[in-house]
């Protein structure tokens, strides 16, 4: 069965300082993968998605990248952090349109 | 065009009743209709999904309802529990481009009391 994995499950990190959020997907091969944000309360936006290895899409413009150096894996990527990228970030793939989604990581910049 | 419309925000039911949540699109292309239930501090979870050439779909409680000409599907909740409180989202999505993107709705927060 497939699994999606989420580290680190809670991260507070202070205004400037890097981020790397890291997704993986066992038990299929050449998934879409997608990040998504979700601030308190609000729904879903969607921030990058990517159709294979090295191929990236970018929904929304922001200071946060996106990256896909092996197939079931899928990183997302701040260079200087801003309060508003604080969030639950949401990892999910999807074979034939269904999507899955992985457990979350809450991040909080302070 | 790519919006996905939901409704109520919010909506309280007592255990045992119905629960209908609404949602509205107007791209045609849109192909595939998820709803997803999301606990606090969880990622959400597909509950039912629907395809546009069937009107109704059922799995245990829940039913999806869609209506083609209208560019509508619901969800309904029978026999409403305490465990069913949640944000329940719907979604649509189309195959084009390979991509499989989800539109989704804003959310409602169900809150089921005992």
């Known amino acids: 069965s497939q699994t999606i994995h989420q580290w680190p499950a809670t991260l507070v990190q202070p205004v400037g300082s890097p981020l790397s959020l890291e997704c993986t997907v066992e038990?299929?091969?050449?998934?879409?993968l997608y990040w998504y944000r979700q601030a308190a309360g609000r729904g879903l936006q969607l921030l990058f998605y990517?159709?294979?290895?090295?191929?990236i899409s970018s929904e929304v413009p922001q200071n946060l990248s996106a990256s896909r150096p092996q197939d079931r894996q899928f990183i997302l990527s701040s260079k200087k952090l801003l309060l508003s990228d604080s969030g639950f970030y949401l990892c999910?793939?999807?074979?034939?349109?269904?999507?899955?989604f992985g457990p979350g990581t809450r991040l909080t910049v302070l | 065009q790519q919006q996905v419309k939901q409704s109520p925000q919010s909506l309280i039911v007592q255990k045992g009743g119905i629960s209908i949540i609404n949602c509205a699109y107007e791209?045609?292309?849109?192909?595939?209709f998820p709803w997803y239930q999301q606990f606090p501090g969880k990622g959400p979870a597909l509950l039912i999904a629907?395809?546009?050439?069937?009107s109704e779909k059922k799995e245990g409680r829940f039913t999806i309802s869609f209506n083609k000409s209208a560019k509508q599907f619901s969800l309904h909740i029978m026999d409403s529990q305490p465990g069913d409180s949640a944000t329940y989202f719907c979604?649509?999505?189309?195959?084009?481009?390979?991509?499989?993107?989800?539109?989704f709705g804003k959310g409602t927060k169900l809150t089921v009391n005992p």
């Open positions: 038990g299929t091969s050449n998934p879409n």
């Open positions: 629907i395809r546009p050439d069937v």
């Open positions: 999910a793939w999807s074979v034939i349109n269904e999507q899955f």
């Open positions: 990517s159709v294979g290895i090295g191929q």
């Open positions: 979604a649509a999505t189309t195959a084009e481009g390979g991509s499989e993107k989800l539109v």
């Open positions: 791209n045609t292309a849109f192909d595939y």
